[in-house]
C-alpha cells in the first residue's frame, strides 16, 4: 500500500487500483478501486504512524521497496532464528 492511498485525515484507505511503479501496469481487483473508511483506532494510528513518515509505501520492504514475498520470507526467517524455531515448524 502507498502512503498516498490513505486520505490526508486517515478516514478513507483506496485499495485495489493503482499503476505499479515497477511495470507501469494497472493493478485492480474485478470491482476497480474502492475507497474503504477507517475504524477511529486505525484512524489514530495511521495519523500517528503516518506524522513523520517520507516512504512512497506505507510498509516498506527491504530497500524502501514494495513488499514481496521474499521480503515476508526473508523477515519471517530472521525471527525465526532469533527464537530459536526450525523454518519447516
Known amino acids: 500500500m502507498r502512503t498516498e492511498d490513505i ?7 483506496k485499495v485495489a487500483k493503482y499503476i505499479d511503479p515497477r511495470t507501469n501496469e494497472p ?3 474485478k470491482t476497480g478501486w474502492r475507497d474503504v473508511p477507517v475504524v477511529p483506532v486505525l484512524r489514530e494510528r495511521l495519523l500517528k504512524y503516518l506524522d ?10 527491504w530497500n ?6 521474499d ?7 530472521a525471527l525465526n532464528k532469533k527464537a530459536s524455531l526450525a523454518w519447516t515448524e
Open 7 to 13: 486520505s490526508p485525515e486517515a478516514k478513507t484507505i
Open 27 to 29: 493493478r485492480k481487483l
Open 52 to 61: 513523520g513518515h517520507e516512504g512512497f509505501w506505507l510498509l516498506p520492504g
Open 71 to 77: 521480503h515476508f520470507s526473508k523477515s519471517l526467517a
Open 64 to 69: 524502501d521497496e514494495r513488499w514481496t514475498a
